[in-house]
């Protein structure tokens, strides 16, 4: 028998930052995002030799345990341990024994939620085996209890949800970590000529997001006027994203992404630097209308918003920059599983 499952990685197109805490608790958060048709990826083997074997093809990496109620952690592979531990101490309360093979189409840092759905991507497999009790809810929140509890890792709330709801969401953030995801019914038509307007460049570069993350709760922390008034737009933004979406008003979109990058800046040092400042401004005289850095910012993937065929004359533009368009389309399905 194998399990396998895979999970969408996200595009946040409005209201980043907005669902990290305390903002999110004290203001109330609001994003509107789009899963795209890269994954992460997990496979579970059962095995019956007491062994307990993690295999991350992306990070080169293999680690091998003997079936344990608890692996420590090292800052190794400890997303996977994280989860491994809290399927142990709340559903089984036994050892297991498995192999488990992950990898993820985007790079870590890239600004597209891997981590996140790579920990949705292994929930869900585990679901399937074991045939947990996890509704779409259920398993987000506990995506993000693993991450942001049991780990300690800093981030928001939205990308946990992303992956395993899918498509394109207009989510809400509340205190008590409570969320509500609104899927919207955008016109095909409309979403097909977002995909072809919307560019994702990879800058080729990569971030450690926490820091940024941690910026910016801090100066929610220390009552900071300009990155809190910053974070308020940014939510004003999300709600902005939605109407236009829904009312297929396209050429608002450059204009809304431009009007979140430039008070997203605002909200914590590292978000933008040089080359990024610099891949911007090309991307906007070669034809983009605007365009954002994708997740907390400093480096991974940017889009840019291109009409009426200027995509071309843009993706030439940056290549000078080092980076490369990626090729993707937006997917309606979050996670999904199955057994073989």
């Not at 095995?47 to 190794?76: A, M, Y």
């Not at 016109?187 to 941690?214: F, G, H, P, Q, V």
């Not at 978000?271 to 400093?298: F, M, R, V």
Request: some cysteine; overall charge neutral.
């Amino acid at each position: 028998m194998i399990i396998r499952s895979k999970a969408p990685l996200r595009l946040g197109l409005a209201g980043g930052g907005s669902d990290v805490s305390p903002y999110s608790d004290i203001y109330g958060g609001a994003i509107l995002n789009a899963t795209i048709s890269m994954y992460a990826y997990a496979t579970i083997k059962p095995t019956t030799n007491g062994k307990i074997v993690i295999n991350s093809l992306d990070k080169i990496k293999k680690l091998e345990f003997g079936s344990t109620n608890k692996i420590e952690l090292n800052d190794c592979l400890d997303l996977v341990k994280g989860i491994y531990n809290r399927i142990v101490s709340e559903y089984t309360k036994k050892p297991l024994s498995f192999e488990l093979t992950t990898s993820v189409d985007a790079p870590p840092g890239s600004g597209l939620g891997t981590s996140s759905t790579l920990v949705v991507a292994i929930l869900g497999a585990f679901a399937e085996w074991l045939q947990l009790p996890l509704g779409e809810y259920d398993l987000a929140k506990l995506a993000y209890e693993i991450e942001r509890v049991d780990l300690a890792m800093a981030g928001g709330k939205q990308d946990q949800y992303a992956a395993t709801f899918g498509g394109v969401n207009f989510m809400e953030f509340y205190d008590n970590d409570k969320v509500i995801v609104n899927p919207l019914r955008i016109n095909d038509i409309i979403l097909n000529e977002l995909a072809n307007n919307l560019i994702l460049y990879n800058t080729e570069t990569s971030r450690l997001s926490s820091k940024i993350i941690e910026a910016q709760r801090k100066n929610v922390i220390d009552k900071n006027i300009d990155s809190i008034e910053a974070t308020h737009k940014l939510k004003q933004q999300a709600i902005m994203m939605k109407e236009a979406l829904l009312r297929g008003e396209l050429d608002n979109i450059g204009d809304i992404l431009n009007f979140g990058w430039q008070n997203k800046k605002k909200m914590a040092a590292g978000i933008s630097n040089q080359l990024i400042d610099n891949i911007y401004d090309a991307a906007i005289s070669s034809g983009a209308t605007g365009g954002k850095i994708s997740g907390a910012g400093g480096g991974g993937f940017m889009i840019f918003y291109c009409p009426n065929n200027t995509r071309f004359k843009v993706i030439e533009t940056l290549k000078k920059f080092g980076g490369k368009a990626q090729r993707y389309e937006f997917v309606p399905k979050g996670l999904t599983s199955w057994t073989i």
